[in-house]
């Protein structure tokens, strides 16, 4: 059975950093490229990063270039998502997501499994 089940989020001030982590279990996970998605309330799912399954390619969201860097490590089946220099708008719900192959998806629609996803609020 395929699980992913994130952690990390939590409450805080504007400028901090938080590093969310996603766990993978039930497939081989260096075979599936994986992706952060987020959502605040109200609002759409958006895609934020995604890791080819190589971890050679990286893609970001634009509101998050320079700030959030995506990171796996295939021994732990476990894909990272580390936040820097936080801001409000940043609050939402956030999601990690996968698909089996080497490409990276801006889109929700590509990616096949999806975790529980954890809270990070930022106030000013």
């Known amino acids: 059975q395929v699980q992913l089940v994130e952690s990390g989020g939590g409450s805080v001030q504007a400028d901090d950093s938080l590093r969310l982590s996603c766990v993978v279990s039930g497939w081989p996970f260096s075979a599936y490229t994986m992706a952060w998605f987020r959502q605040a309330p109200g609002k759409e799912r958006q895609f934020v990063g995604g890791?080819?399954?190589?971890?050679?390619?990286?893609d970001y969201a634009d509101s998050v270039k320079g700030r959030f860097t995506i990171s796996r490590d295939d021994a732990k089946n476990t894909v990272y998502l580390q936040m820097n220099s936080l801001r409000p708008e940043d609050t939402a719900v956030y999601y990690c997501?996968?698909?089996?192959?080497?490409?990276?998806?801006?889109?929700?629609?590509?990616?096949?499994?999806w975790g529980q996803g954890t809270q990070v609020t930022v106030s000013s």
């Open positions: 890791i080819s399954f190589s971890g050679r390619d990286t």
């Open positions: 997501a996968a698909v089996r192959g080497p490409y990276i998806y801006a889109v929700r629609s590509g990616y096949d499994y």
